[in-house]
């Protein structure tokens, strides 16, 4: 047997609604939204919201709308992605100091593979959460487990400010009497095959013949679904993660097929994400744009260019032609833009350099 692995996982408590209470320590203690433009009465849904607010049945994903019926009381607030990046580098600066392997998972969750350090897994956890919390005033909860799938679903269930250690031993008491969901990787379709399968927790999940989950899923789900339910899963930190692609999107606070309305949005949604593109240093090759009409038919386009970008007029002038390739017959509900593949801005110059090629249709194409 392998040396059993530490890995640890952080994730922010009520990551965006958090961040906006440093700035509004008067809303501490309150049902605070944070979603759209901050106004229920207008289209947009809940990034996330305060524990006090949770109470009321305010879940990430929920129209603003649905929110204002089930917590009229709360305090609204708008989405502000900038600020809460300042807050992400913060806390992920305080982790990136421990010697250890780093995986960043996005705006308010990473692992670190802590197996080399000396000291117990939850006294480092507990200087973690320290330092986080001196150095940003935010709380976060952590997980500590052999691999990072129970390290993640071990962060999650003490949450707010928590800490949970899980070793082989633990399965059986407190990763098997969980529902299946709480496994990364069960969305909600595989929740509800499983479901009908008369599998809901993930004990039962554990104790399935692999054949049978194998003529349901495929063999490789199944074989991820079965390991993952008997808390096998070695794969190592992914470090120095490139992203793969940036997008912003909005909805339109009434549905139109007003050309000049939405080519406006398009060109701040494209100056949005050049924004973003800058800050954190990428450019990319492939602009998209994405559409969806107010019967939710959802389409994409999109095009390579030359030469990565993360200028917003090129990223404005890629996505307009995108969207002149769709029918805007039916009005539209939310309009999205994305630019993709990726790479480091200062290999940009690198990228320049490729001769024989031109642009056809959405495809790079050699020239003849
Ligand atoms: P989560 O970690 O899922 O949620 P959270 O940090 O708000 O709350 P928890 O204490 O349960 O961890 O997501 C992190 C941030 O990502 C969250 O603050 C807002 C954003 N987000 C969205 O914008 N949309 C979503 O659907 C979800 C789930 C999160
Ligand atoms: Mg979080």
């Known amino acids: 047997m392998p040396p059993e692995r530490r890995i640890l996982h952080l994730d922010m408590d009520a990551f965006f609604a958090s961040v906006e209470l440093l700035r509004r320590p008067d809303l501490k203690g309150k049902p605070v939204i944070v979603g759209g433009r901050g106004d229920p009465t207008r289209r947009g849904v809940v990034t996330t919201a305060t524990y006090e607010a949770r109470a009321f049945g305010i879940r990430s994903g929920m129209p603003l709308r649905t929110a204002a019926r089930l917590c009229p009381g709360a305090v609204y607030l708008p989405t502000d992605f900038a600020e809460y990046l300042r807050w992400s580098r913060r806390f992920k600066a305080v982790m990136k100091s421990v010697p250890a392997l780093f995986e960043d998972r996005g705006i308010d969750e990473a692992f670190l593979d802590i197996s080399e350090l000396h000291g117990d897994g939850r006294s480092i956890a507990r200087d973690i959460k320290r ?100 808390g096998r899963h070695d794969r190592p930190l992914v470090t120095g993660r490139e992203p793969k692609s940036r997008s912003r999107e909005t909805t339109f606070q009434e549905d139109t097929n007003d050309r000049q309305a939405i080519l406006r949005t398009l060109g701040r949604l494209a100056r949005q994400v050049a924004e973003e593109l800058r800050d954190r240093g990428y450019a990319g090759r492939t602009i998209g744009i994405k559409l969806r009409y107010a019967d939710f038919e959802t389409l994409t386009r999109d095009r390579t260019l030359l030469e990565a970008t993360d200028d917003p007029l090129v990223i404005r002038a890629a996505a307009v032609e995108c969207l002149a390739r769709v029918a805007l017959r039916r009005k539209v509900r939310l309009l999205g833009v994305r630019v993709g593949s990726l790479m480091p801005a200062g290999a940009l110059q690198a990228s320049l350099d490729l001769p024989g090629l031109r642009i056809a249709g959405d495809e790079l194409q050699e020239t003849p």
């Open 131 to 230: 330092r986080v919390l001196e150095e940003t005033g935010l709380t976060c909860s952590i997980g500590v487990a052999p691999n990072k799938l129970l390290a993640k679903i071990a962060s999650e269930l003490d949450k707010p400010d928590g800490l949970t250690i899980i070793g082989e031993g633990d399965l059986e008491a407190r990763i098997w009497p969980l529902e299946v969901r709480r496994i990364p990787g069960v969305g909600p379709k595989a929740n509800e095959r499983l479901a009908a399968m008369g599998i809901r927790t993930i004990g039962e999940l554990a104790a399935s013949p692999r054949a049978r989950l194998a003529a349901r899923f495929g063999r490789a789900y199944a074989a991820f679904l079965h390991d993952a339910a008997n």
